[in-house]
């Protein structure tokens, strides 16, 4: 396949200048948590990190991490503040952004994310320019042994197209890709110019037999943006994975740049 002045097979595949992982969580679990993420970024020539909160409420050894974040990573290191529509109030994104968050990670609503009870929390996003990244597809179970009122049905791909549509400057990410209605988030984000997805979490084999079914077809690289939400420590094995199977798909070193920085720097205002 030839994308440009190049066939892909002309150009080597090398070290992209920015790697931008657009979704990673911060783990309270693991002592030192900062400081093991900053030396894994370093080993895997990571750029910058989009790192989401634990919840709007952490406890104080993440509070410190943050401030340490805000005042000598912001940098390498870009802060989400993760909310729950439904159970904490839209005024949580004014604070989040008051503290030096740039963006919003959302989950488990308690409707789906197209209720016109939730529109205000994507008001305030757009107005403030902070980009939301949202859990799209089958969610895990935590508690396996407690009732939990949780739907994946209410965090489907096709729940963004409304919002994308009525907030034409908010920037939607949808995680996962949508994982496994892969071919409704393709569809959705085809149609909308302010929508993105992510190639982050599990199952990667099964979201690159989607990319190679569908590309060039109801998607485009420059659609799709590098995560992983996995631990710090993987961070080279999926950087390796993912270009490596771009390369030999056929996408160019220059449509590669995208999904593994160009992009994200576009939509987080860093370029």
């Not at 949780?150 to 939607?172: E, G, W, Y």
């Not at 799709?224 to 996995?230: A, N, P, Q, R, Y």
């Not at 999926?238 to 994200?264: Q, S």
Request: net charge positive.
């Amino acid at each position: 396949m030839v994308q440009g002045d190049k066939a892909y097979y002309d150009e080597l595949p090398r070290k992209h200048e920015t790697i931008i992982d657009i979704h990673h969580h911060y783990n309270p679990k693991i002592k030192n948590f900062l400081t093991y993420l900053l030396e894994n970024m370093n080993k895997a020539g990571i750029s910058k990190v989009c790192l989401f909160t634990s919840g709007p409420n952490y406890k104080d050894q993440e509070a410190e991490d943050w401030k340490t974040i805000f005042r000598d990573y912001s940098d390498r290191i870009i802060g989400f503040g993760t909310i729950n529509p439904g159970i904490h109030k839209p005024e949580i994104i004014d604070q989040y952004y008051s503290k030096g968050f740039k963006g919003i990670k959302v989950l488990n609503p308690t409707k789906p994310y197209d209720s016109n009870d939730f529109l205000k929390y994507y008001q305030k996003a757009e107005d403030l320019d902070m980009p939301i990244l949202f859990h799209t597809g089958v969610i895990a179970r935590q508690k396996l042994e407690e009732p939990m009122d949780q739907s994946s049905n209410r965090m489907r791909p096709v729940t963004l197209d409304r919002i994308a549509r009525l907030f034409p400057k908010l920037k939607i990410i949808a995680a996962h890709m949508g994982d496994p209605w892969f071919s409704e988030a393709y569809m959705v984000s085809q149609k909308n110019p302010n929508m993105w997805l992510d190639i982050s979490g599990k199952g990667i084999w099964l979201k690159a037999l989607a990319i190679r079914k569908h590309l060039w077809i109801r998607l485009r690289p420059e659609k799709l943006l590098f995560g992983t939400d996995e631990p710090p420590s993987e961070f080279l094995r999926l950087y390796h994975f993912w270009d490596t199977f771009f390369y030999e798909i056929g996408v160019t070193y220059t449509m590669r740049k995208k999904i593994f920085g160009e992009t994200a720097e576009k939509i987080l205002g860093l370029k």
